[in-house]
């Protein structure tokens, strides 16, 4: 019996040590496949989350992981960053897709090839007619134009050309005492010659003197003939009109000569002197140059463009120039040096109204980039001459600048917008209290209307209007009398009418609605220390704007209509304040 035991524990045993030899095994070769697995897939699961995200410029937060709209404001997502280490403070990198979608081009300073060009301004112009060919027609006596024989501007008048007949009343009595001198001439010579002289002044000829003499009769009505020959450029009376002794009927020009005007900037005016020569082209005749000579340099500054005027004066006996054509001049400067100057595209530079910035590619391997500060000169067609602040093989963005600026803004780090550090920022314009004169405050309210008009224009995202009313918005600014004013008042109006001007002269929407981010810091304030408006002015906020800080504006409108981002983002805001 025990034996039975004996040997049933034993294959009990021996059943458990093959169990052990047959499955453990495999379930150890089992579970290391499956760890093995497991490491594979979460492998894998890591390769997905390096997979692009995507983001929104407008809403960093949103993170998809596919390309799509942002669920907030509808704009196209574009490429996350993936990580910036290494980078210095200010740097900032972008992803080879980023790069691509956004048609960012570099260029290497100094690498372009030496072409007749170089050291050249090119200025542009408009032809005008030459003043000192004008001349005006008038009327030798008082009457009524019984027949007007120019009618028309551009009409051509040759010498001699019967231009009007007139009615003169002071004509008819002066015919009829010559008719009676002449029965006296023998016995008082002195009357007769008298009469005669008198029609001499009326500019009767002798002619047409003897005829009323010789036919013993009156004649009512009496030519005026041209003196010169030109073309009409005013027709300055009608027919049926009365007109006094002297009064202008037409004005003609002679254009076998013509005045070409350009304006040159101020940091240009040491370029030119009279009597340089200057090459002239335009589109109407694209394969001829014309050479002229500059005969006048305006004296006086344009204080609204900031520009002189050059003018030279072309023979046009072909007819060529017609007053207001556009045309290019092109200058060898006075005292522009082609050694050791950098010209870099006129796209590279960004120019907030005080500084010229450009993004420089600082690693030649990776899409690195860094906002650096320059000192521009003259430019030369699509060219600027930058005298501070590159050297020679520098490599810098020249197309999608101002993605590349944008991009910055995201990150944080210093752009055209934030240059400044958030500690050194000013007290908001908003929060200042301010005192104007009430002459100050009238002249004030009528520039809010050109600048409502800007503001309209910045939600049509129409540049060229936004330039004319904020050109319109700085001259109704300067006309106002701010001597007696404070300090503060006076750095708030000159600061507005700076960024004003600096919107005037700038052909970038983005620019310009940067630009009015900080203009609205002046404007506000301003509106809101004035006692009354003309209307109800509504002071709004987008707290999308200015990277996501927020930015101000006025209107008139309740409504909603976003100057920062258009139709892109037409209704973001809100109405924070009104004033009336």
């Known amino acids: 019996m025990n034996k039975n035991i004996l040997y049933i524990a034993i294959a009990i045993i021996i059943g458990l040590g093959a169990g052990w030899l047959i499955f453990g095994n495999g379930s150890s070769d089992t579970m290391a496949n499956k760890d093995i697995s497991d490491m594979s897939d979460q492998h894998d699961h890591s390769g997905e989350s390096a997979d692009q995200m995507w983001t929104c410029s407008m809403h960093p937060q949103i993170m998809q992981p596919e390309a799509g709209d942002c669920p907030i404001c509808g704009m196209d997502l574009i490429p996350a960053e993936t990580g910036a280490e290494g980078l210095a403070a200010n740097e900032i990198k972008m992803t080879e897709n980023a790069m691509a979608l956004a048609n960012i081009q570099t260029t290497i300073v100094g690498n372009a090839e030496t072409s007749d060009d170089d050291g050249m301004i090119f200025l542009s112009g408009k032809i005008a007619a030459n003043e000192e060919n004008n001349t005006v027609q008038s009327s030798y006596f008082k009457g009524r134009i019984e027949q007007l024989n120019v009618n028309y501007e551009g009409q051509q008048v040759n010498r001699g050309q019967l231009l009007a007949t007139i009615y003169a009343p002071d004509l008819v009595a002066a015919q009829q005492e010559l008719i ?5 001439k023998a016995s008082q010579p002195a009357l007769y ?3 005669r002289n008198k029609l001499k002044n009326w500019k009767l000829s002798d002619t047409q003197i003897n005829a009323i003499e010789e036919s013993g009769s009156v004649r009512e009505n009496f030519p005026i003939y041209a003196t010169v020959s030109g073309t009409v450029s005013e027709v300055m ?13 037409v004005k ?14 101020e940091n240009q005016i040491a370029q030119f002197s009279v009597g340089q020569k200057i090459n002239i082209t335009t589109n109407a005749y694209p394969n001829k140059e014309f050479e002229g000579t500059i005969s006048f340099i305006d004296p006086i500054l344009n204080n609204t463009t900031r520009t002189v005027t050059a003018r030279a004066t072309l023979q046009n006996r072909d007819n060529l120039f017609k007053p207001g054509m556009f045309v290019t001049g092109k200058v060898k ?18 120019w907030t109204g005080e500084r010229s910035l450009v993004y420089i590619k600082t690693n030649p391997d990776e899409p690195v980039f860094e906002m650096r500060e320059v000192t521009i000169g003259n430019r030369n067609d699509e ?4 005298t501070e602040g590159l050297q020679n093989g520098d490599e810098i963005v020249t197309n999608g600048t101002f993605t590349v600026d944008a991009a910055a803004q995201l990150q944080g780090k210093k752009s055209m917008m934030n240059q400044e550090k958030e500690d050194d920022a000013m007290m908001p314009m908003s929060e200042m209290e301010m005192e104007f004169s009430e002459n100050f405050q009238k002249q004030f309210k009528k520039a809010l209307k050109p600048y409502l008009q800007m503001k309209d224009a910045l939600v049509a995202s129409d540049a060229n209007q936004v330039s004319a009313f904020a050109k319109a918005t700085s001259t109704a600014l300067k006309s106002a009398d701010i001597k007696s004013l404070g300090s503060m008042e006076q750095s708030n109006i000159k ?30 304030s301003i509106a809101m220390s004035v006692n009354g408006t003309d209307e109800m002015l509504y002071v709004q906020k987008c707290p999308m704007a200015n990277n996501s800080k927020g930015a101000v504006w006025l209107s008139a409108e309740k409504d909603i209509r976003n100057p920062y981002f258009g139709d892109a983002m037409l209704t973001c805001g809100s109405v924070i304040d009104s004033i009336q």
């Not at 009676?180 to 006296?184: I, P, Y």
């Not at 060219?383 to 930058?386: E, G, H, R």
């Not at 700076?498 to 002046?522: K, P």
């Open 180 to 184: 009676t001198a002449a029965s006296l």
């Open 193 to 195: 010659k008298a009469v």
């Open 237 to 249: 009376a009608a027919q049926g009109d009365y007109v006094n002794q002297g009064q202008p009927i």
């Open 252 to 265: 003609l020009s002679n254009l076998n000569s013509v005045w070409a005007e350009f304006d040159a900037y």
């Open 333 to 350: 400067g006075t005292t522009q040096t082609v050694e050791n100057t950098l010209t870099v595209p006129a796209s590279a530079v960004m």
């Open 383 to 386: 060219n600027y001459v930058v």
């Open 495 to 524: 600061k507005s009418i700076e960024i004003l001007d600096a919107i005037a002269a700038n052909d970038n929407l983005e620019n310009q609605r940067g630009h009015f981010v900080i203009l609205n810091e002046n404007m506000v």
